[in-house]
């Protein structure tokens, strides 16, 4: 357990972080390139699964071009600041202190990704990620424009507690990177200990599905205990049917990018009044469906 | 469980790790923005006692020069530092403290990545690069009559330092004080 004791310099984890970064691009890729060979050895394979996967990665260009030029710059300096100004003490850069940030980027992932599916604005971003009626890892890297930003808010605690910034970031990739191996349908179920701790593909497929008994279920990173202990999990037993209701059915890269906050910007201004403007973004988003739907009864 | 139970159990999760984090061995607990508990400069603390007395240097970050170099060809990147006008204009205390941090050692540690600079909290601003020194314990080393050699001297280079730390305090005339040296292993 000597390793523990480790210590690395902002630069290590610096230089770690895009050192894991940039290969797990290429093994993703590599993964990515196996499953479409599975799918063609199923007869699975068409010009909309090939188009949606391209399409992901425009989704993803441009994800990484707003956040590399708006929100990066801006995020790290949020989180120097505080660091250094507010936190409550300067935790040590050990092995140690990483493993405690990992558990809890993991808890705050969990707390993000539901706040994205519990409110509009949240989820106007988000419903670009779950827009595909596929899933294979391509679906991974399927971003809305403002992913960047929220996370912000979720970690940000963890620079108060004391983790170095670049810490929190390299904590914050790890979680990211096990959540991109879930996104795929060739690996069915994992021995029963697996499943009962970690997430796991078959847990992550039920959270992009569209069935009922699927909504809003399973919203964990790396553990799957964080769901199983907040009373937000569900088991995959039916056929998980992928997607968003409505159905978006484009290839179209900008459609897929911008449609949450297109559809958002069209809510808010057709909006009754100013409260139900607001409800519209902290609300659920099921929420906003039962009011259109309300409305289109009253209509007929 | 409810979304305020959720939120409450959290909140106590985050709470216990943290405090796992906080008391892992070799964390003294020093509270953020408090300077390291540098031996006092008297006569009697600049002859280290034998035992090897825990120095945390916590996250200080200097500003000046680095450069990866030979040992041996140090003296280079002080001449080097010397020359770098607009860094000592900006100090704002009359004698601050130099710092040489040697890391990234070669295998033989006959070479080394070497930063050359004072320390930003002593600076009017830092807008150099940045460099942060380790953090861990440190390990003091003594220089009997103000002579660092001596100190290198009995760095153990079998335990495979990580970082060592030079510090000095610079005189108003320019002289070089004090020497301190300290050495964090692995
Ligand atoms: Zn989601």
Known sequence: MEFLNWAFTPEQLFDMESWIGDWFFILALGLFFLELVCYSVRKQISWNLLGDSATNFVTLAAYIGITSTVIAGFYLGVFMYVYEHFSLTHLPMTCWSILACLLLADLAYYWEHRFLHSCGIGWATHTVHHSSPNFNISVAYRFGPLDGLFPLFFYLPLAFLGFHPLMIFLCEMLVQIYQTLLHTEVVKKLPKPIEAVLNTPSHHRVHHATNTEYLDKNYAGILIIWDRMFGTFAEEQETVRYGVYPRLNSLNPVKVFFHGFLKLARQIYSAPNWSYRWRLLANSPKWAWDQEQKLQAADS | ?186
């Not at chain 2, 469980?1 to 607990?29: D, H």
């Not at chain 2, 603390?45 to 035992?51: K, N, P, V």
């Not at chain 2, 040992?71 to 704002?92: A, G, S």
């Not at chain 2, 540690?109 to 600079?117: S, Y």
């Open chain 2, 1 to 186: 469980m409810n979304l305020p139970y959720s939120i409450v159990t959290t909140l106590f999760i985050a709470f216990v790790v943290w405090l796992g984090a906080y008391v892992q061995p070799g964390n003294a607990g020093v509270p953020a923005g408090t300077e390291p508990r540098a031996p006092q400069n008297t006569a009697e603390s600049t002859l280290y006692s034998a035992t090897e007395i825990e120095q945390r240097f916590q996250l200080i970050k200097l500003s000046g020069i680095t450069a990866a170099l030979p040992l041996k060809d140090v003296t280079i990147l002080w001449d080097r530092f010397t020359r770098q006008e607009r860094l000592h204009q900006h100090l704002n205390t009359p004698s601050p403290d130099v710092y040489v941090l040697y890391r990234q050692f070669s295998e033989d540690f006959t070479q080394a990545r070497i930063t050359i600079g004072y320390k930003q909290t002593e600076l009017e601003d830092s807008e150099d690069r940045t460099t942060y020194i380790p953090a861990g314990i440190y390990h003091p080393l003594p220089a009997p009559d103000g002579d660092i050699t001596k100190a290198w001297s009995q760095i153990d280079f079998n335990r495979k330092p990580l970082a060592v730390i030079e510090q000095f305090r610079l005189s108003p005339s320019g002289e070089l004080n004090a020497p301190k040296l300290f050495v964090l292993y692995k």
